[in-house]
Antibody, heavy 123, light 108 residues
Framework: QLQLQESGPGLVKPSETLSLTCTVS??????????CGWMRQPPGKGLEWVGS???????YYNPSLKSRVTMSVDTSKYHCSLKLNSVTAADTAVYFC???????????????WGQGTMVTVSS | SSELTQDPAVSVALGQTVRITCQGD??????TTWYQQRPGQAPLLVIY???SRPSGIPDRFSGSSSGTTASLTITGAQAEDEADYYC???????????FGGGTKLTVL
């Protein structure tokens, strides 16, 4: 069964770059039918979509974060990465990676999620 | 508009039916996805597409939509349904995703 696991530093200094990796076991996260998405959730608040990357290499980012976000996937399709630069305290959140499904009828929904990783921005 | 609006909190008596709603202009053109999130856990997909449930999601969960309003209905709510529920859909561009603010469901 496909499982996702986020990893990366739990503490990032203001103005630096947050780098996270989503490692997939039990299969690949990206194919013609599936893509990788990142979401985040500040403490006590709701979910926010950060961005998505597709098999074609196309990326789409939340307009509010677009200038600071970069997503990539390795050639094996087992790792999906997120970089967010110039971070501030407002970027403190639990970050989730998830598999998005383009299977007919699923309409892109995120059907498998990692457990999430807490990232704190503080000096 | 790319916003999705949900009531912050809803309560339901054990065994009764509850409807959680989500409003947004983009819902007129795109399906709404619903996620359940229990405290300290990752979101769980409960409804996708027109009204489909992933394997393992009880059939007491159902989804519907009319115009700019989508609804998640739980028929015969159970104690384990107490959680936050988020609606999710594409924005008007079709390439970006938007989440509602979430609804905290309390089962009394």
């Amino acid at each position: 069964q496909l499982q996702l696991q986020e990893s990366g530093p739990g503490l990032v200094k203001p103005s630096e770059t947050l780098s996270l990796t989503c490692t997939v076991s039990g299969g690949s996260i990206i194919s013609t039918n599936y893509y990788c998405g990142w979401m985040r959730q500040p403490p006590g608040k709701g979910l926010e979509w950060v961005g998505s990357i597709y098999y074609s290499g196309s990326t789409y980012y939340n307009p509010s974060l677009k200038s600071r976000v970069t997503m990539s996937v390795d050639t094996s399709k087992y790792h999906c990465s997120l970089k967010l630069n110039s971070v501030t305290a407002a970027d403190t959140a639990v970050y989730f990676c998830a598999r998005g499904s383009m299977v007919r009828g699923v309409n892109g929904a995120f059907d498998i999620w990692g457990q999430g990783t807490m990232v704190t921005v503080s000096s | 508009s790319s916003e999705l609006t949900q009531d912050p909190a809803v309560s339901v008596a054990l065994g009764q039916t509850v409807r959680i709603t989500c409003q947004g202009d983009s819902l007129r053109n795109y399906y709404t996805t619903w996620y359940q999130q229990r405290p300290g856990q990752a979101p769980l997909l409960v409804i996708y597409g027109k009204n489909s449930r992933p394997s393992g999601i009880p059939d007491r969960f159902s989804g519907s939509s009319s115009g700019t309003t989508a609804s998640l209905t739980i028929t015969g709510a159970q104690a384990e349904d107490e959680a936050d529920y988020y609606c999710n859909s594409r924005d008007s561009s079709g390439n970006h995703w938007v989440f509602g603010g979430g609804t905290k469901l309390t089962v009394l």
